[in-house]
């Protein structure tokens, strides 16, 4: 079964999701990858505040290609995780509840999800047409000069993922490597 | 002795840049489609059907097929016959990724200083050239855009003699386990043995890029190739590393002689999106 969900993703919306579960996501969900992370962590070192409320919102790891005339989208597929995982904590400590990306995250960042309901969504790496076609609205609010790297916020419908990390720390990546082992093993 | 106009360079290297971005090659497509078909069902196998959908609609719209759309690797192999005119030859491929990167509207993921400053070129310059010069009075370019989620994933390590073919298995096993869902499998393997720490490295990129059926002629490599494929897909990280049989679509073994001291090893790591293509002028 395919859970829709619509952001903001309440803490209760959060807590209802177990790793494995496909999701479409629909709503406004804001992009940041390693340059922007720096800077919004660096930010909070200043105690200025953030370009957008992270309060139960969802980050999409992803630096996407140009935008082509006429179209709202370029291409978009997860970048991989694990390079944020020096900043996710910080962020989910002040309110964020999701994140999209691919590839493993370090323990320091599930301690800190299980502490705040915090989910990680796996989305498919290299798919970046199929992906970008869910974006419906882009539109820069913040580093402008980073480029692809830049803070965009983006309006999605049924935006494809997978929960990979739920709120109590199950893991995807863990359950499905051993339910392949497990069938060779029968 | 024959000429070309370094023109004329500029435009094959746009042109590529754009239609690798797009166009995913017929034998990794066909691939993905046989894994498809191989898999119990599942995750694996719906992640298989989007990544055959996603290549679809790449090649259909030309839209990327990854928004990584990479860092330039260009090999170029240059006949000693070809005298080259009209301006320098390296600046005019440069201006070939600039012009390919701008007009595809491919994403630019380079920056300046490695370190300290980490600003963008805005144009996805320099490129990474690597020059070798044959008989003849051809040019043959080979361009692939290489992401970096898998590139990451990449190791070297110097073997010793005494470690064998069993060092090589492990050490291979090793770094495919650790790349994982990082690297967005089912990946791509090329392994380079031999030569010496620099030339590992090139080997195992040009293995990368080797067709899919591709087999090392020796039948001692084309063996191990097949058991290390068998083992890599036994690991159970699957496409997407949501679990299944597909880890890798493929891997093949480049070597060369090396050292009596040494058996320097790379693995290149590519993701499902291997991405390159020849031409010859």
């Not at chain 1, 940041?32 to 720096?38: I, K, S, T």
């Not at chain 2, 990449?154 to 770094?175: A, C, H, T, W, Y």
């Not at chain 2, 036994?234 to 049989?245: K, Y």
Request: proline share 5%; charged share 20%.
């Amino acid at each position: 079964m395919i859970k829709k969900i619509t952001t903001p993703l309440t803490s209760q919306v959060a807590r209802s999701l177990r790793a494995g579960d496909q999701v479409l996501i629909s709503g406004t969900i804001y992009t940041g990858r390693d340059a922007a992370h720096r800077r919004l962590v660096e930010m909070l070192d200043r105690q200025e505040p953030l370009p957008f409320d992270v309060t139960d919102a969802i980050i999409y790891y992803v630096g996407p290609t140009p935008t082509p005339p006429g179209a709202v989208f370029g291409s978009g597929g997860p970048t991989t995780s694990g390079r944020m995982d020096a900043y996710a904590p910080r962020l989910l400590a002040l309110g964020l509840r999701g994140m999209i990306g691919k590839g493993y995250r370090s323990s320091q960042v599930v301690e800190a999800m299980k502490a705040n309901d915090g989910v990680y969504f796996g989305a498919i790496g290299g798919a970046g047409a199929v992906i970008g076609a869910s974006v419906k609205k882009c539109e820069i609010i913040a580093f402008e000069d980073l480029g692809p790297e830049a803070i965009r916020r983006l309006e999605v419908e049924d935006f494809p993922a997978v929960v990979v990390i739920d709120h109590e720390g199950n893991n995807l990546y863990e359950q499905g490597r051993q339910a392949y082992l497990d069938s060779l093993a029968k | 002795m024959r000429e070309i106009n370094v023109n004329l360079i500029t435009q094959t290297i746009a042109s590529l840049c754009r239609s690798t971005c797009t166009d995913l090659p017929q034998d990794v497509y066909d691939r993905l489609k046989e894994a498809r078909a191989a898999e119990k069902g599942g995750m694996a196998q719906k992640t298989l059907d989007i990544l055959i959908e996603n290549a679809d609609i790449s090649k259909q719209k030309k839209i990327p097929i990854c928004q990584d759309t990479g860092m330039a690797c260009i090999w170029l192999k240059v006949g000693q016959e070809v005298h080259f005119v009209g301006g320098d030859l390296n600046e005019a491929i440069q201006q070939g990724v600039r012009q390919g990167y701008e007009e595809g509207y491919l994403r630019k993921s380079i920056v300046y200083d490695p370190v300290f400053d980490r600003v963008n070129t805005q144009d996805n310059t320099p490129a990474m050239i690597t020059y070798e010069i044959v008989p003849g009075d051809k040019i043959e370019i080979t361009l692939a855009p290489k992401g970096f989620g898998s590139e990451n994933m990449s190791q070297i390590r110097m073997l010793k003699p005494s470690d064998g073919v069993e060092g090589i298995k492990s050490f291979v096993l090793n770094v495919v386990e650790s790349a994982g869902a990082n690297a967005c499998p089912p990946m791509v393997i090329g392994v380079g043995i031999g030569g010496n720490f620099d030339k590992v490295a090139l080997l195992a990129k040009q293995a990368m890029m080797a067709p899919i059926e591709a087999h090392h002629p020796d039948k001692r490599y084309a063996d191990l190739e097949d058991e290390l494929l068998e083992r890599i897909n036994q690991l159970g990280i699957g496409p997407a590393g949501f679990g299944g049989g597909t880890t890798a679509l493929a891997l093949h073994i480049e070597t060369a002689p090396t050292h009596i001291a040494g058996m320097p090893v790379a693995v290149a790591i590519c993701c499902h999106v291997s991405r390159h293509e020849k031409v010859i002028l």
